[in-house]
């Protein structure tokens, strides 16, 4: 099987099941122009992350790592107007223009796009009143993946859903003597999520228009 076909059927799925949306591809425009669009989900992993928050029921998410808001777009549109949903992201441009595309949805009611360094804004938000956030998505710098755990389980209550992506990196994620920083960062974070009595955990590989990759899906089952 080759990535050809992996790409084949991403196509023949998103065919069958996801309806074209003008918003959605706004928003992948606005990453193809800056070259980034192996960094965002597919409409089927988007799709995949909406049914997952839907089927909870989750009020209120929080996303770690916004890029241009392809994903908080899929996930705000499963909230009602009085839901909530807050993207993080470091990059003061990406976070321009992840509001542009959320407004463009017009979810500016329900997302809240905060800028800056997510250890700074993570710690901003566990004084506030936000949380406990019913789903968190956390895809944002590989390397920091260990330390956003630690909020994620402030943030989070008994029943919430956490999941991660690029938890696989091509099957590299074995490689427990790799060089690549990113490898490490998700190694460190699977090996804390395995160690949390607060968590039931699995890891899943996923192909497709982005290669070869996975997620991390997590229930938390206790409050503290
Ligand atoms: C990278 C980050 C992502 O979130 C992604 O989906 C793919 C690749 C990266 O930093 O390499
Ligand atoms: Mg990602």
């Known amino acids: 099987m080759t990535e050809n076909t992996w790409i084949a059927v991403d196509d ?72 909530k949903l807050i993207s993080l992201e470091i990059d003061e441009q990406r976070a321009k223009t992840a509001r542009r595309n959320i407004e463009r949805a017009g979810l500016e009611k329900v997302v809240e796009i905060r ?4 250890l700074e804004t993570l710690s901003q938000l566990a004084t506030e009143e936000h949380a406990p956030f019913d ?37 590299t994620v074995t490689q427990a003597y790799s060089r690549d920083e990113k490898v490490l960062g998700v190694r460190r974070f699977n090996s804390a999520v395995a160690e949390e009595r607060r968590l039931n955990a699995v890891g899943i590989q996923t192909v497709g228009a982005k290669g070869y990759d996975g997620f991390l899906v997590a229930l938390v089952t206790a409050d503290k």
């Open 135 to 171: 789903f968190v998505f956390v895809d944002a710098d590989k390397p920091n993946y260990r330390a956003y755990l630690d909020w994620v389980m402030k943030l989070t209550r008994r029943g919430s859903l956490i999941v991660a992506d690029n938890i696989v990196r091509d099957g």
């Open 12 to 83: 023949y799925f998103e065919a069958l099941f996801t309806s074209k949306d003008k918003d959605l591809e706004a928003a992948l425009d606005t990453s193809a122009g800056a070259g980034m669009t192996t960094q965002q989900i597919t409409a089927s992993q988007g799709k995949f992350l909406a049914i997952l928050a839907q089927s909870i029921g989750a009020r209120s998410i929080l996303e770690i790592g916004t890029l241009y808001g392809y994903s908080a777009i899929w996930l705000g549109r499963t909230l009602s107007q009085d839901g």
């Open 115 to 118: 800028q800056g360094p997510a």
